[in-house]
């Protein structure tokens, strides 16, 4: 007999079963990088065929080359959705690229011209007496002018500002809060030669004075107004009304809540929104040129005379034919850009140091 | 110390809708009174109005009378700043301030009511800790942050802030809701040795909550969406949860709706 009696124990097929977490192999750790070359060379050979190779087009070209290969490799490899997650990811770091890059490109070019004039010298003197076509002289009047002006601007904008903020978020109510947050966000769009051409007609003209400091910071200070009202008042809509309420609860008058429960609590963003609107101000260069008048001579009395400031400074050096003025522009610039740094950094420290902690 | 609270004819308004109709209770002074119903009953925007905090919401008002020891809390001439010192107020989550430390915390009503004597502080933040059985857990960090304490520690920091300005009344908006249960026991407890001082009116949608540490419970109601809640009855605990004189009440504790 052929056939035995006995079940055959041939295994049963198992009905074709589709796993619920399909394995996907993923793209190799060195497949990228050796596609970027691929991308590089390909636009490499591709502008040469065309006959206009230079490095930036290589770049530029090599992106999308570079996005089209990875897309396609792990489309093939891990699959679609894998796939458009390796291409968004190349065109959101490019994107950062782009928007970075014209930043770093003007911080390197101001510290190569500048660095090597902004020397304790040029901070420590001024221009007076130095003729067009001198050497040296230094800054040291801008300096003065810049901090007392832009001091001032803040004298005036800081308080009003916290005060818009405080009446838009605790109090305002119905038609007027609409208006004040609508003038609000038509100021923030002012130009800032409209500033520097309404305190020139409405107070040089107006009361038929002469220019002076103190103008220069009214100017900035109507610039810095939006600025510091907006922040602040994102700040404060920040702080939960639990806060609010529980303090109210302790029979705590509503004034004194304010001041004591809800600035604190929002303190840090609130100083770094009043940093952050100096640094707004503190480069502005049209509201002064009508406002300040210029000097070369030291005054630290914004309310007497003409007074200089940096960025008339770069204005004025900048715009003159010799190579020492020249010089002068990019120091002035370079010296600029690290008082920003500085305050911004200022600001971080005292956000971070009085923001409420768990532990 | 604790008042007695009478509410006669209270309608309570969010612009021109009525959130709750036609309430008349008295709340006896050294009680706990729970207030019990569905969601949306208006129970909470009853007990805001017993301090006045429903004005900080805008567009809701109060037609009615609410005296406290006979004193008429919506009166010409009351300032709610004066009530809210009177009638004090522990919310649903805990919210202590978060840029001060516990000590800080539990002065601060009295700090920012203008007492500033140190040593007057310092008796007032150990005693308000220790009432609000807080005090051996803190006692040795009281410079640290509130906001680093665990959910049901911070409630009772907030208790223990609430009762430092010694208020006659305390009314507590279901305190125990975003708790655990050991910290709800806790809190519970605390419920029971504060009423001896005070007059604590609570509000709870755990109804084994309001069976056990209240002495008298009401219940509100709401006909349907877009009506206003209801007082339905008010009577003390112990018959509320057994023989109930209203059927919607009995319904509701037994947990056939709601």
């Known amino acids: ?359 | 110390m604790a008042k007695r609270i009478d509410v006669s004819g209270l309608n309570v308004y969010y612009g021109s809708f009525r959130a709750v109709e036609d309430v008349n209770m008295t709340i006896e002074p050294r009680s706990v009174t729970a207030f019990i119903g569905p969601s949306g009953c208006g129970k909470s925007t009853f007990l805001r109005t017993l301090n006045r905090m429903h004005e900080v919401i805008p567009g809701a008002r109060v037609e009615g009378k609410v005296t406290i020891d006979g004193e008429d809390l919506y009166g010409q001439n009351v300032d709610p700043v004066a009530v809210r010192r009177t009638v004090g107020m522990v919310f649903q989550r805990p919210n202590p301030f978060p840029t001060m430390s516990i000590y800080d915390n539990v002065a601060a009503g009295l700090r920012l009511n203008g007492v500033k004597k140190k040593s007057q502080l310092d008796g007032i933040v150990e005693t308000s800790l220790k009432g609000a059985n807080l005090w051996n857990e803190v006692k040795d960090r009281l410079d640290r942050p509130g906001a680093g304490l665990s959910g049901g520690q911070q409630q009772r920091l907030c208790i223990a802030r609430a009762i430092a300005v010694e208020p006659e009344v305390l009314l507590m908006d279901e305190p125990c809701s975003a708790l655990d249960p050991i910290s709800t026991l806790a809190i519970e407890d605390q419920i029971a040795a504060l009423k001896e001082q005070y007059t604590i009116v609570i509000v709870t949608h755990n109804m084994q909550q309001a069976a056990r540490v209240s002495d008298t419970t009401a219940f509100f109601n709401i006909a349907g969406s877009g009506k206003p809640g209801k007082l339905i009855e008010m009577a003390p605990t112990p018959k509320m949860f057994s023989t109930p004189s209203e059927k919607a009440t009995e319904d509701y504790i037994s947990g056939r709706f709601g």
């Open chain 1, 1 to 359: 007999m052929s056939t035995t009696l006995l079940p055959t124990n041939e295994p049963t097929r198992e009905p074709e079963s589709r796993s619920l977490l399909p394995e996907t192999r993923p793209l190799p750790g060195w497949m990228p990088w050796a596609l970027a070359v691929a991308a590089v060379g390909l636009s490499v050979l591709l502008l040469l065929a065309l006959g206009s190779l230079n490095l930036p087009l290589a770049v530029v070209v090599s992106v999308p080359i570079f996005a089209a290969l990875v897309g396609l490799a792990s489309a093939r490899l891990e699959g679609t959705r894998r796939a458009k997650d390796r291409i968004v990811t190349v065109v959101v770091y490019t994107c950062f690229a782009l928007a970075i890059l014209p930043l770093l490109s003007v911080l390197i070019t101001t510290i190569q011209r500048g660095a090597s004039h902004l020397t304790p010298y040029f901070l420590t003197h001024s221009q007076r007496g130095i003729g067009p076509r001198d050497e040296g002289g230094g800054i040291y009047h801008g300096i003065i002018g810049t901090f007392e002006q832009v001091g001032i601007a803040a004298l005036i904008a800081v308080p009003i500002g916290l005060l818009v903020a405080v009446y838009l978020v605790e109090y305002g109510r119905g038609a007027l809060a609409r208006a004040v947050t609508f003038f609000v966000d038509v100021m923030t769009g002012v130009p800032s030669i409209v500033a520097g051409l309404f305190v020139y007609t409405a107070i040089l003209l107006g009361f038929g004075t002469t220019p002076k400091g103190v103008w220069g910071g009214l100017a900035l200070s109507i610039l810095m107004l939006p600025v510091v009202v907006r922040s602040t008042e994102e700040m404060l809509k920040l702080v939960p009304n639990d806060l609010r309420e529980a303090s109210l609860a302790l029979g705590v008058p509503k004034w004194k809540t304010i001041v004591s429960i809800v600035m604190p609590t929002a303190i840090g963003g609130i100083v770094t929104g009043v940093m952050l609107s100096v640094a707004r101000v503190i480069g502005e260069t049209a509201p002064l040129v009508l406002t300040v008048g210029a000097t070369d001579s030291i005054n630290f009395n914004a309310f007497d005379g003409p007074q200089a400031s940096l960025p008339l400074i770069i204005y004025d050096q900048a715009f003159r034919s010799s190579p020492y003025a020249q010089d002068r522009a990019w120091a002035t610039a370079l010296t600029l850009i690290l008082l920003v740094l500085i305050l911004n950094l200022v600001a971080r420290g005292i956000a971070r140091w009085k923001a409420p902690k768990a532990r």
